[in-house]
């Protein structure tokens, strides 16, 4: 007997027939002498057409309001959920964020978990019911309901699991775990059977959608085990946990590829202290998210300047031309040039920090295959390197084949 | 300045446009310096969209996990209501029915309150910020959602008015008041100025579908004054309170039509004590009300037996028949005819108290018509007769004629 907690994403529970199904695998689950904490999403498209209703009203919706709002999508799911599995003889009962003791900060639409007081889930779990919690939300110790933002049932399912001291996380979704790549541009990426918390964070920040960075932080800070699965089969997923020692034997256990990245350069900066300084400074006071850095002195006549390429979200990039053109007056550059046909490509994998010349045999796949870098960027678990966008797709598939297989 | 509660129903509320229509609404009393509270239902459709989700998962859904669903619907429009009104300049924050200190019995589907503690509710208009408070909603004293019923979001009205000593009580609904009669059958019948809750309720009880008993029985019993009046223009409504000595001039205040009943009669029900207390027992038992009885000593050669006829909803009338079929062997009567055929003709007035003749009266009136009465039933300020449906309009538009105009 394991107490157990599960997340079923909005996919899972899109509609009444999926409910259904949902509460067949925690029934066997229960029937089997299990204790089932199950958190649950909004139904699929249920958040999208509050959110349609809101803008309606008003462009800018108040964001307590769009929590109140938002709210009801999960709460919805809890009670047909617990509903689904009284229809198989399960004793269940559905909680709200707030009745399951889940207190957050007032930042609303992206609350932070403060405190969790399980007291309302361990009474009914020890009657012998299935708990049915619902993701994404909590309440201030003040009685507003907030919201956790994107990803916010994940981080509900693995804060339970922490605050339960629960056996087992599993957070099901429509892929079968974690793959070395994205099968649909490397058809022999293969499903990974564990994965330790910093290569799937990095593997989160690099553009791999399983989960958001935040879940996974959290879910490392308290040590929380679980399992990335499918709910549309029974197959094995795959374990994120503390790294071990036999994880170090694999050089690289993932390749990820970042479509969704723009390259800004200043040419002609010059080169004095602070310059670089005022630039990423107005970037962030406009809260644009910079990713990659690349400075390189030029050698000319006049007096030394350099050129600055960084990279920034694709959407971000015309506010963050606005912004870089403002300080020219002020900075100085001669020339500012943009680029979106990049794609960010990046090897991830513990076992780079106890093996050399990694970083050098990804170049030479890439040289092989023809393929200029144009930016390099690395952490200890971690290259990335900015390509040709028209080539970044083939370069994945050569560097798997290396690395992987 | 005063402290102003409206309710508005599910079409006033039932798109985001007629939202941003009552948000003008309440952001024009505000500006003149009252103070307001506004009760919001679901959305129309909201509510039978979400039960019908509930079927699909199971036919008879548990009831907390139904109020756990339900509630939803309130709590989406108080926070678009609240976002209309930010949209229009005004401070406005919404309350679930918890949140707005609704404590309620733990019947689920028909909770009752228990009573009010709106700490929260005087805070925000202390602050200035109109308050929009979920309707049919509340939370047991240890944090269970329930939600009241049919009619449960005037309750809350109601309810709030009389917690907050309200100056004003408005009921916004699609109808212009409560009328003589209902216009579609009298073209002659006009809207009230006023009506007393005694008058409301045998109308509210008699079919008149603009409230609930509930509701009004409530508003005598704390003495809240409240106005029924329309959402779709700036018409005084009729106003609903205690009876007063000019309420007394008139006789008849309104006539109401039921064509929801159906009649039962029991023939030769051997005259012996405690038949009738079986038979309504019984029916009692399975939950079936019964409106009108009578009965009529038959006489004749062999031993003394009665005619025994009631009144219930058509709905219930297969149940009905089954449990007096059942009762034969134990009762012994000898036949038993059923009769769906039949009209509930009503007329209503304080008045009759201090008025004789008034029965008299409509009996001439039909009697001039050649309708026929198969039952009459009279309380203090109202007679009931039971006649045939097919002449039941043109009966309803005489009895008008001959009373009200």
Redesign the interface.
């Known amino acids: 007997m394991a107490l157990i907690v599960q997340k079923y994403g909005g996919t899972s529970v899109g509609n009444?027939e999926r409910?259904?199904n949902v509460a067949r695998r925690v029934a066997d689950y229960h029937r089997r002498g299990d204790q089932l904490v199950v958190v649950v999403s909004a139904m699929s498209g249920v958040t999208d057409g509050?959110i349609k209703?809101?803008k309606?009203?008003?462009p800018l919706?108040?964001e307590?309001?769009?929590d109140?709002?938002l709210?009801?999508g999960e709460?919805?799911t809890?009670?047909?959920t617990?509903?689904?599995l009284?229809?198989l003889g399960i004793p269940a009962?559905?909680l709200?964020g707030a009745?399951a003791g889940i207190v957050t900060d007032g930042i609303h639409t992206k609350a932070r978990i403060r405190n969790i007081t399980p007291k309302a889930v361990h009474e009914l779990l020890q009657s012998g019911a299935v708990v049915i919690v619902a993701g994404f939300q909590g309440e201030t110790p003040d009685?507003q309901?907030t919201t956790l933002g994107r990803g916010g049932s994940d981080l509900t399912a693995i804060a339970l699991a922490a605050a339960l001291k629960a056996d087992l996380c599993q957070i099901y979704t429509d892929v079968d775990g974690v793959y070395t790549a994205d099968p649909r541009i490397v058809p022999t990426a293969r499903k990974l059977d564990e994965i330790s918390y910093d290569e799937m964070l990095e593997l989160a920040s690099l553009g791999a959608k399983v989960m958001q960075s935040r879940s996974v932080e959290f879910a490392k800070k308290f040590g929380v085990v679980f399992e990335v699965r499918s709910s549309l089969n029974d197959n094995p997923g795959t374990i994120v946990k503390e790294e071990t020692k036999s994880m170090e034997g694999i050089v690289v256990r993932g390749v990820s590829l970042d479509k969704n990245q723009a390259k800004i350069t200043l040419v002609g900066v010059p080169d004095r202290p602070g310059m670089a300084a005022k630039i990423f400074k107005a970037l962030g006071d406009a809260a644009i998210n910079v990713d990659m850095i690349v400075q390189n002195i030029s050698h000319g006549d006049g007096p030394p300047t350099t050129d600055l390429s960084f990279t920034v979200d694709k959407a971000d990039l015309l506010k963050a031309r606005k912004v870089i053109e403002a300080l020219q007056p002020d900075v100085g550059f001669r020339q500012v040039l943009a680029n979106e046909n990049i794609g960010k490509l990046s090897i991830v994998g513990v076992g780079m920090k106890s093996h050399t010349g990694v970083a050098g045999r990804m170049f030479e796949v890439l040289a092989r295959e023809g393929i200029n870098i144009d930016m390099i960027s690395t952490s200890e678990i971690k290259i990335s390197v900015i390509i040709d966008l028209a080539r970044a797709e083939h370069a994945m598939r050569a560097v798997h084949a290396a690395f992987i297989g």
Do not use: D, F, W, Y
């Open positions: 009444t409910i259904k509050l209703l809101a309606e009203i008003t919706p108040n307590r309001e769009l109140m709002l709210a009801t709460q919805q809890i009670a047909l617990a509903m689904a009284h229809a009962v559905s709200t009745q009685g309901i």
